[in-house]
């Protein structure tokens, strides 16, 4: 019998959650606690048109398991002084994602699992991801309170760095209570809760939503601003992770002393700005780890990480040294890290925009050290700026994502120049990458890789960007050999003032390890896309086309993304 699509149950409640920009912006009346407030409304739906390859065994040619997604994102924030309300519900649905044969209902996608989630539509899920309630007290000491989702980052993130970071789609909070004080030249920050991982994608494709494991995190710390020219600071975190088959349990269950904690972080950051005309900055970590997941072994285990900066400007020139030494600290996102994403990270001091498979075995390494240093030269302030920067690391780490066998010492050579004069901007950069190993059999990883993005006006409204970027990967000798690669993405765009921008895209990539094929060759992607901005408050994209999967970096942390190929529009709006 030939497979027939079938129009979900679901389609419905689809159809009204792309509603548009309905909502306004108003003043609550009344009597009560909010009178007076200020609401705000922003609303992000996309629809996207997925077309899979794949077809379906022994039947004709037709691309059965296309299909459609429909997400909303709505945020709420009711605000009077001293006082926020904030509320972000996600809304996500499939369209035609199945099919009959034989008489038999298939699932080309299955949006959630059935036995976990309860949902009254088959192809259809909504869920109140974050919700809080911010108040702020004045007088000598000034205090704000947070009830619900919250965020937090100590120093450089090296022990707890839970904030959103939109660039790779990650959005996981400390759903619980947040205080920060404020007293004169100190301030302290206490936070408890559990991670309240973000469950609907708004960019990347919705599939198999599960229940959130949750995992408790409570941190403090105190800084003190103003002793001389020095500002310190202290803090700790205490971790405990739920495990799977721990779904059904009570998640404040994590609160108890059942078991040891997983992992506890204890540090310290000092900072000196301005002293002997440099502004230096260190941050130290003491990593313990109280249970096997985590020490693999028996044993509670120790882990170190220090991190160093320091920033002079002599005459036009700004200098930039960093340096890091970490053992054993990655450790502490093993049970974050499969759900794409970790509660803390180190700066990386990589370039970030170009790592690799490989590049990112060294993000993620349990026993790294490294220096990097950056020169800017102004040799036209705020028109003309060549720079240069170095890096050299030790990765003595070699499981977990690693390709090499022995250990490794790293070099990366980047340079770059940016030009601004009006509207015209010139900005490119481009590096060398060796990786070589100690063992001389496995010879060395080599990447070479340049950018840039040109930007100049034509006539009128109209102006020209162009953004080019290549890169080349070259293996060392493997136990598992991987083939070179060689990787591009460019883009052509026309602006029509601020209102209108009209992007042509080409990817193209034959690295292996993509697991993503091209619409106009296997390796080849092409793409179109429309940015319309008919007020500041509103902004409409459509895209067609496909681009590949990858590797992408933003802040520290680094996630593999998949690839897209069909058709998607978005509507975001803010009243």
Known sequence: MKPTRCCLAACLWGGLGFYGPVAHAAELVGSGALAGSSMQVKSDTEIRYHHVPEKLENFEDRNIHDYVEQVERLNLLISKQGLAVGLQVDQVALFANRYMLDDELYHSVNLYNEEAITSPFPDAYVTMEKFFVQRRFGGAAQTEMTFG?????????????????????????????????R?????FTAVSGLTNTQQVSQDFANADIDLDTPHMVSGARFSHYGLGPMQVGVHGVIYRFGRSGDEDRPALTRYQNESPLDAVVSGATIELPGVLGVDWFVEGDLFGYGTSE?????????????????????????????????????????????????????????YERVITEDGSAAVNSNDLAGVRMRLDYAAKPGEFVPYVAVGAFRDEDVSGLHFNASPETITHSVGGLQWFKGERVVQVNGGYRVDLRDDAAECMDQLAHIDGELHFPLFGEESLEIAVSAKRFWWGNNLQQQQDFTEMENALGLHHGEKLVVLVYQDWSDNPLVRSEGNIDDS????????????????????YGAYKAGIRCSGGQCRSLPGFEGGRLAVESTF
């Open 294 to 350: 985590f020490s693999g072994s028996e044993e509670p285990l120790l882990g170190t990480a220090v991190y160093a900066s320091a920033s002079a400007y002599p005459g036009k020139t700004t200098v930039l040294l960093e340096g890091k030494r970490t053992k054993d600290t990655e450790r502490i996102n093993a049970f974050a890290t499969p759900e794409g994403w970790e509660v803390a990270n180190v700066p990386t001091m990589e």
């Open 524 to 543: 080849l992607y092409g793409a179109v896309e429309v940015h319309y901005k008919p007020k500041p408050s509103m902004k409409i994209r459509a895209f």
């Open 183 to 187: 007293w004169g030249a100190m301030d």
């Open 149 to 181: 989702d919250t965020y937090a980052s100590f120093g450089r993130g090296m022990a707890l760095n839970m904030v959103r970071n939109t660039d790779i789609d990650v959005d996981t909070s400390i759903r619980g209570a947040k205080a920060v004080v």
